[in-house]
């Protein structure tokens, strides 16, 4: 796939949380500037609620469910029966309100993008776990980039929701995170050296290009080895930086810090206020555990910016 192309098909899980939101005006951000086609997916997923639903504690007065979130317009209270079983009509209800609210979430979401004159598709999955639902789609498709919020409507604490770390852990596609930045003006790219470390640049670059972005590589000396020999890690930082930059239009800045891979890399981001911290899934090498699972998982986790992750 050429650099570019990552770009121009783009799926955008939405659920109406104001994460996805923060998504969408990204992802507006960038298909503009590469023409891309969007697809919208929403999971009206009621199979989260019916464990719960169909299996209530016998006999045990509870105050009733209100279904509301304060933007849409019907509300549904259901008081909770003390046999152990839901009836039908009521669990049906549920399920309608849940399609009735994603309908309403991607006709806004798709109207964003067609105020600005973005091409969009949509797709409403019925049932299902939203996760699953956005890797089937992602099967099926031929998308290059997936853009999500970093946690849905009921994880608003998490620092990274479960269906945002499944999607990231399973899909073979770069998967963009987000977190509160909706441009795009500078990018810290950590780099090791590795196939995956390439990959990236070469989608940094891309989007650099197009958005005039200011791009800086950063290499992580580990604590151990620069312990043990500081000319040699330096060195080899040194190195693997220079190659980078040359994979780079222009002049990037470049980087040479020690420490722990995955921490560092947090807090350069946050400290020099970078808008994306893009960076492969896996490395390799004398610095194996750089950009290797832990360390990428570690990052779409606790960084407050957003994250794109390539595979």
Known sequence: ???????????????????SMVAQELTVFIAKIFSSQVMVLHVASPDVMLPVIQKPRGGEE?????????????????PRPKENAWPEEVVSEISD??????????EEAVARFK???ISVEQKLVEQGAPADAVITEVERGSYGLIIMGNSGEEERDQHLGSVAK?????VEIPVLITRDKIQISRILVPVDGSEKSEKTLRYVDALALKTGA?????YVQESALFSMRPEIASQMGSQILAHAAGRITGVPERKLE???????????AKKENYDLIAMGSKGHGLVRRFLLGSVSDHVIHYADRSVLLVK
């Open 62 to 78: 509870v105050e009733p469910v209100i279904m509301t979130d304060g933007q849409y317009p019907r509300a549904l209270e259901i």
């Open 258 to 268: 020690s420490g722990d891979p995955a921490k560092k890399i947090i807090e350069v």
């Open 166 to 170: 499944k999607v990231a852990a399973t």
């Open 1 to 19: 796939m050429q650099s570019e192309d990552v770009f121009k098909r783009i799926l955008v899980p939405v659920d109406g949380s104001l994460p």
């Open 97 to 106: 309100w849940y399609v009735e609210r994603g309908r309403q979430i991607i």
């Open 115 to 117: 105020d600005e004159g």
């Open 214 to 218: 200011k791009v800086t590589l950063m």
